[in-house]
């Protein structure tokens, strides 16, 4: 099922609507400022578990967080020097996932290594929606493992709406991957080029 929200004021009742959804185990396709997302609460396992069964890919393959606000992606991240805070800033919000070190408050179930992908997206409804619930989604691109991308709400909900609980349709993203940068070493390190320009 598709729910459409306006692109610049999503409508709260339908932003408390998905926040209920989610709330309860939920899984949805959303558009970012990069790719549409399968998402889910990172606290919720059972929900994890689905997005990694829709997809059919390697449970150890890791997924991003996307956070609605630095002082939330500060949760999930250990203590930050500050060269790096400073680069973040320059980062987000944008089409980037930053790699750093775990914090404890990454669930056991996400932590498959001592590093965590962190995403502020540059989009209307990422900021609300996790505003709203007060925690990160978990966020994955919305396709089956080896194939592209899928790009609008139609075609989400035609292939994969009887395995989702909604398709959120908000306008269509950019349809570019984000660039990914590890910032765990000296140096930052592009894992992946996609639509962040790097270097800043």
Known sequence: ???TLHPQNPQQRHLERIAELLRKDGVIAYPTDTLYGLGCLVSRKKAVDRIQEIKGRDAKKPM????????????????????TFRLLKQMFPGPYTAVLPASREVPRHLQNKQTVGLRIPDHTFCHAITALVGEPILTTSCNRAGEEPLSNSWEID??????????VDCGDPAGQASTVVDLTQS????????????PL
């Open 1 to 3: 099922m598709i729910l």
């Open 64 to 83: 991003s967080i996307l956070c609605a606000d630095l002082s939330m992606l500060g949760r999930y991240t250990q203590p930050l020097e500050t060269a």
């Open 158 to 167: 035609e292939e994969m709406g009887h395995l989702l609980d909604l398709v």
């Open 187 to 198: 140096e930052p390190v592009v894992l992946r080029q996609g639509a962040g320009e790097w």
